[in-house]
């Protein structure tokens, strides 16, 4: 094969996954025209390239006039990366960058009904710390890592009575809490669990907008004072989003606050 014929097939994969890039939660359907004013394609060159595209699954066309949707072969190369997601480890870059920047103990918490699991946690470095171990258990309706999940989930009162069950938990104080957290984006806890630790979390989201964990920072009251932990909260917020993104999550999907 000639070097130009090569050179040619690598832009037309190029532009082939230009095409696939174009959709969205929202645009999930495209005609050939709306899909030419995001891909800088002739039109000869755009359809030879959907109808590519169609026979190999990637598309499936729908309608009159003609529109454009993700194909059954995207749905499978999607599940396959699903199942192979080690997410502790995707999210150790976000976590050591978190880390670097508090000096203070990180960690990531996955849901599990009424309980919430730590999958990964990088403890401070400092003489004084707060930290718990991967593996560690708590009650979903305990702790800030807890509540920044629940605050997402949508969860019914009697749901959150059930989960709050054999706990001394309020469940009109934990209502209430839990909109607070949505409504600025963080959950916080005071020498809640252990006497002089504070903690900040804030949740990210699967492709699908669910949400998907938590993560968090912990450290003593003496230096998580209220403006350090609001930065702190920033940092976590930030890097939530890029985890979110990690899992396929876009911004436009964001939940109401």
């Not at 037309?12 to 899909?35: C, H, K, M, N, Y």
């Not at 718990?132 to 009697?158: C, F, H, K, P, Q």
């Not at 990210?204 to 004072?225: I, K, M, T, W």
Request: with cysteine; net charge positive; aromatic share 8%.
């Amino acid at each position: 094969m000639a070097v130009s014929e090569k050179n040619e097939n690598v832009r037309a994969v190029g532009r082939a996954l230009e095409i696939l890039l174009a959709f969205t939660p929202q645009d999930f359907e495209l005609t050939p025209s709306e899909l030419l004013k995001r891909v800088d394609l002739s039109r000869p060159t755009l359809y030879r390239l959907l109808y590519t595209l169609e026979e190999n699954g990637f598309l499936v066309s729908v309608g009159e006039p003609q529109r454009f949707r993700l194909g059954p072969s995207v749905a499978r190369l999607a599940h396959v990366w699903t199942s192979s997601l080690d997410l502790s480890a995707l999210a150790e870059p976000v976590l050591r960058r978190i880390w670097q920047t508090t000096n203070e103990t990180v960690a990531m918490f996955l849901p599990q009904r009424e309980l919430r699991l730590c999958v990964a946690e990088l403890p401070s470095p400092q003489p004084l710390n707060f930290k718990r171990g991967v593996g560690y258990t708590e009650r979903i309706v305990r702790g800030a890592t807890g509540r920044a999940i629940l605050a997402y989930m949508g969860s019914s009162e009697d749901e959150l009575r059930a989960f709050a069950q054999g706990t001394n938990v309020n469940i009109k104080e934990l209502q209430n809490e839990l909109a607070q957290t949505r409504k600025r984006g963080y959950a916080s806890s005071h020498s809640e669990l252990i006497s002089g630790a504070v903690s900040v979390a804030v949740p990210f989201f699967d492709r699908h907008g669910a949400v998907a964990g938590s993560l968090g920072v912990f450290g003593p009251e003496v230096r998580l004072d209220g403006t350090r932990l609001k930065h702190i909260a920033k940092l976590l917020q930030e890097e939530a989003k890029n985890l979110s993104a990690m899992l396929g999550y876009g911004s436009a999907d964001a939940p109401a606050k």
